[in-house]
């Protein structure tokens, strides 16, 4: 891949720091249940996992919203849950309920994980790297290609709690009974993903984004989101660049608020800031610096209902980051009832002369 063609890719152009008008457009879980073509693979795949763990199936459900929307960036189909269970944990999804780990309650259970040189860990996610390589072949020149993991403190509380839990209760008493514990569960996570990450970048991701998807939940104690969760996303960041100097790096802190989103700018290294659909796009605007980038925002359920509240939505977000680097997305995941058509509506308005 010539650097001319890589030049030619509107999300790294605004990674890099540039304005576009339109911005560039992708969607979190644009790969997913409200495509007819996604719901026949999973069909024929098996397990999530094993869709997860195939390459010719992942290359494929990442390149359906590419081709039907022609969306500037495509995400590495997989998800943050393959990391626990390239550590060894049991990982299961279950049909309707999402995700079910054999919880991580004590020593025992930490003792039995995988050391974070294990070479057995990237063996088993040899094939989401065999995947990232496939893509980036068959990807446009312009499709910018995202790799992708979860910020330590979000996957291990699916670790310790099992499970997706509303206020993150089993991991942050896990947090009052053993914090050396979730240190050291923390520090093997920082350990593994960086190399994850390194790996998906050496095997053809253009960038990668860090999902802290529980940002809004954290352990008690002074300046919980700078300890759990950007200290450990920092040390990644800084182990990702020793490796692969100038790799681009977007952090996705849900939940945070407009203070913790601002903070991510100023306290991670990221290149750009994930925008939860709570904060107020205009605000986080005006308290960071021009140069700063951001990307999402779109509220999932404003893409549900559509017609002229989509729009509304959709020119607000212009409106807030006119002249400055944006790289339009939503605000969290695009869920399954969202009606095809409305993604539709929302790339016509975003892409419409003006
Ligand atoms: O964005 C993409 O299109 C790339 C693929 C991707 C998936 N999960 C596929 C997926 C990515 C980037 C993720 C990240 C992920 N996974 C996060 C962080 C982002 C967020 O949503 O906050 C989290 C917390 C997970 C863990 C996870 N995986 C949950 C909680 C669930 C169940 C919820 C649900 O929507 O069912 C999953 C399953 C999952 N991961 C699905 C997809 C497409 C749906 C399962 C299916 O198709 O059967």
């Known amino acids: 891949m010539g650097q001319s063609e890589c030049a030619d890719r509107a999300v790294l152009r605004v990674l890099s720091g540039e304005a576009l008008s ?32 195939s390459p010719d199936f992942a290359t494929e459900v990442t390149l359906q ?38 919880p991580l309650s004590g020593r025992v259970e930490f ?54 839990t509303s206020d ?53 104690g002074p300046d919980p989101l700078a300890r759990f969760s950007f200290a450990p996303i920092s040390r990644m960041i800084e182990g990702v660049r020793a490796q692969v100097p100038g790799a681009r790096i977007i952090v996705f802190a849900r939940g945070s608020g407009l203070d913790g989103h601002a903070r991510v700018a100023e306290e991670t290294g990221a290149d750009a800031v994930g925008v939860d659909w709570a904060v107020d796009l205009g605000a986080l605007r ?25 729009d509304r939505a959709v020119d607000s977000i212009l409106e807030a980051t006119h002249g400055l680097p944006h790289i339009f997305n939503l605000g969290h995941g695009i869920t399954p009832q969202t009606p095809v058509a409305h993604v539709e509506q929302m790339l016509a308005r975003l892409r419409r002369p003006r």
């Open 65 to 102: 919203p590419i081709r039907r929307f022609g969306f500037e960036a495509a995400i590495l189909f997989s998800d943050i849950l393959v990391v626990p269970h390239a550590l060894g944990q049991d990982v299961r999804f279950v049909e309707g309920e999402g995700p079910r780990l054999d």
């Open 286 to 310: 005006r308290r960071l610096p021009e140069s700063a980038v951001t990307q999402g925002n779109l509220h999932p359920d404003t893409l549900i209902e559509g017609g002229p509240a989509l």
């Open 111 to 164: 003792e039995a994980l995988r050391r974070h040189d294990d070479p057995a860990i990237f063996a088993r996610l040899a094939p989401v790297f065999e995947t990232v390589r496939r893509l980036r072949r068959e990807l446009p020149a312009q499709t910018t290609l995202l790799g992708f993991c979860g910020a330590p403190w979000t996957v291990a509380s699916y670790m310790i709690g099992g499970r997706g």
């Open 168 to 220: 993150l209760a089993p991991a942050r008493a896990f947090a009052q009974q053993d914090p050396g514990l979730l240190d050291a569960l923390i520090d093997r996570l920082v350990k593994v993903q960086t190399a994850y990450l390194v790996r998906q970048l050496q095997a053809g991701a253009d960038a990668v984004q860090i999902f802290e998807s529980h940002a809004g939940s954290l352990p008690d």
């Open 22 to 53: 339109p911005p560039p457009a992708w969607m979190m879980r644009q790969a997913g249940r409200y495509l007819p073509e996604y719901r026949e693979v999973r069909a024929q795949a098996g397990s999530f996992l094993d869709l997860c763990y």
